[in-house]
Nanobody, 131 residues
Framework: EVQLQASGGGLVQAGGSLRLSCVPS???????????VGWFRQAQGKEREGVSCIGSRRGRTVYAETVKGRFTISRDNAANTVYLQMNSLKPEDTAVYYC?????????????????????WGQGTQVTVSS
């Protein structure tokens, strides 16, 4: 079974930083030419929401308005890993963070797709930001 494993979460004070990692099991990102990777989060009692995604091939990035300017998504082909650098964290960033993949032609924008269209979800990683 193909899954993407998110890690790197933890407890941090407001204003702090964390870097999340997303590593696939069962396949390689090896083809970034055909798969976008997205980061999502789900706070307790709320619906899952998109945070950021990085498109296939050219790696076009998209960010939710709530994290723009604070979070940075990147990928390392050699390490077969996608990262989410989170700076200036706020208590409202507290959630379980997940990564998932979407098979997508490079001409399309990964941010235009709802989380339900992504797959290969794994267990998320908890991020807690204290005030």
């Amino acid at each position: 079974e193909v899954q993407l494993q998110a890690s790197g979460g933890g407890l941090v004070q407001a204003g702090g930083s964390l870097r999340l990692s997303c590593v696939p099991s069962g396949f390689t990102f090896g083809s970034f030419d055909t798969h976008a990777v997205g980061w999502f989060r789900q706070a307790q009692g709320k619906e899952r929401e998109g945070v950021s995604c990085i498109g296939s091939r050219r790696g076009r990035t998209v960010y939710a308005e709530t994290v723009k300017g604070r979070f940075t998504i990147s990928r390392d082909n050699a390490a077969n890993t996608v990262y989410l650098q989170m700076n200036s964290l706020k208590p409202e960033d507290t959630a379980v963070y997940y990564c998932a993949t979407l098979k997508i032609d490079p001409i399309y924008i990964c941010g235009d797709y709802d989380y339900r269209e992504y797959d290969s979800w794994g267990q998320g990683t908890q991020v807690t930001v204290s005030s």
